[in-house]
T-cell receptor, first 107, second 117 residues
């Protein structure tokens, strides 16, 4: 099956810093999503991005499907950005989650 | 739009009893719903795919007789953990896909934390 690797596993930053999270995958996909899991466990949809580039406020994402990776950019980090960021990839309906990047933003 | 709810949010039960968890799509009809489980500080693992009006498709290693899934309507799927044991304690999360349009984006419920004593 498809393998998904996220890096870095952990990231500690000062408020206001920028960060780049990476998601590598082992096979061609037509389904790729980025999520933020908040401290209560709720998964928040950030981007549905099987290819291309999207932006939403301070967040943006780029997927280069031919090279099998996706990047999530967070600019001007806020403490509310803390939590775990998951990349999930797959073909059609079935998606496989990476292990996540645990982000901690210090005030 | 695309809101998914789960009930209950938290449940504690005794070993040997059964627990039912509901997953509802509130503002759309979901022909396909998914059930995941997540252990502390770990990733989400797909347990099964639930299709309205047909039997669920279980992932390898998931006991279908233990985790009963029923998708009886276009807005409701249920997961019943039968004869629960402490090792079934976990965070169970459902998701649903908005049908049509060629998009496979899933929307997730808030999860149910199950503790078996």
């Amino acid at each position: 099956g498809i393998q998904v690797e996220q890096s870095p596993p952990d990231l500690i930053l000062q408020e206001g810093a920028n960060s780049t999270l990476r998601c590598n995958f082992s096979d061609s996909v037509n389904n790729l999503q980025w999520f933020h899991q908040n401290p209560w466990g709720q998964l928040i949809n950030l981007f549905y991005i099987p290819s291309g580039t999207k932006q939403n406020g301070r967040l943006s994402a780029t997927t280069v499907a031919t090279e099998r990776y996706s990047l999530l950019y967070i600019s001007s980090s806020q403490t509310t950005d803390s939590g775990v960021y998951f990349c999930a990839v797959g073909r059609d309906d079935k998606i496989i989650f990476g292990k996540g990047t645990r982000l901690h933003i210090l005030p | 739009g695309a809101v998914v709810s789960q009930h209950p949010s938290r449940v504690i039960c005794k070993s040997g009893t059964s627990v039912k968890i509901e997953c509802r799509s509130l503002d759309f009809q979901a022909t396909t719903m998914f059930w995941y489980r997540q252990f502390p500080k770990q990733s989400l693992m797909l347990m099964a795919t639930s299709n309205e009006g047909s039997k669920a498709t279980y992932e390898q290693g998931v006991e279908k007789d233990k985790f009963l899934i029923n998708h009886a309507s276009l807005t409701l799927s249920t997961l019943t953990v039968t004869s629960a044991h402490p090792e079934d304690s976990s965070f169970y999360i459902c998701s649903a896909r908005v049908p049509g349009g060629g998009r496979y984006e899933q929307y997730f419920g808030p999860g149910t934390r199950l503790t078996v004593t």
